[in-house]
């Protein structure tokens, strides 16, 4: 029998085909597979329903999901509660505050794909899963991970941010400096052969610093 640890050494990566799996949520049975080609995914784990951090973190993820549509993204929740804990949460939530879940959450209840995205971590805890961020792009490919601990809850402004820096960079095969946000200058490729850094050096539409290190305006 596979142990945790083994599990986390198997643990997928930045880069690496996410994981097919099946299983039951909240908007019934889906398969990874199945999500739409032209879509991005964002899947993110809680440690368990009727908490205070995740409550706050899933209303946030509920309240911003225009957003996230707006860039073209689908949600997919996830903890190690059955279904029923999951229903009787958002109707919950629903009821005190107004905001309404409506997203798939995977009642992970075997802990299988928790298992298989390493969202369980031993020296946090055996039993819950860590928020645990997992960026999926069209093809199926992991392009980000964030995770935190159980105590902490998460950004959402950095998870916007960093989905829609991904999405600039693969459409203007550009990369983003530090605190990148939509408007800002973005970072030029350096050059790779004596051709370009000429072409570099001698380009008047960039900001150089040196032909290394230019940025330019989308």
């Not at 596979?2 to 889906?30: C, H, W, Y």
């Not at 601990?149 to 550009?174: C, F, W, Y």
Request: aromatic share 8%; hydrophobic share 40%; charged share 25%.
């Amino acid at each position: 029998m596979e142990t945790l640890n083994e599990t986390l050494n198997s643990m997928p990566r930045i880069g690496d085909t996410a994981p097919d799996f099946e299983a039951l949520t909240t908007k019934g049975r889906i398969r990874l597979s199945d999500y739409a080609k032209e879509k991005w995914l964002v899947m993110f784990s809680h440690p368990a329903d009727f908490t205070p951090v995740c409550t706050t973190e899933m209303s946030g993820f509920a309240q911003r999901k225009p957003e996230f549509e707006t860039l073209n993204t689908e949600l997919l929740g996830l903890s190690i509660d059955s279904v029923h804990a999951h229903l009787g949460w958002v109707n919950n939530v629903r009821k005190n505050t107004g905001v309404y879940f409506d997203f798939p959450i995977i009642a992970d209840i075997d802990m299988k794909v928790s298992k298989l995205y390493g969202m369980l971590q031993p020296n946090e805890s055996e039993t819950a899963a860590v928020r645990a961020v997992f960026f999926i792009d069209p093809l199926k490919k992991i392009r980000l991970i964030m995770y935190y601990p159980l105590n902490v809850g998460r950004n959402m402004d950095e998870i916007l941010r960093a989905l829609e820096a991904l999405q600039t960079s693969d459409k203007h095969k550009v990369a983003m400096p530090l605190d990148w946000k939509k408007g800002d200058k973005v970072i030029v490729p350096p050059p790779k052969t004596l051709e370009e850094m000429e072409a570099r050096l001698a380009d008047t539409a960039i900001e150089r610093t040196d032909f290394y290190l230019a940025k330019k305006q989308l």
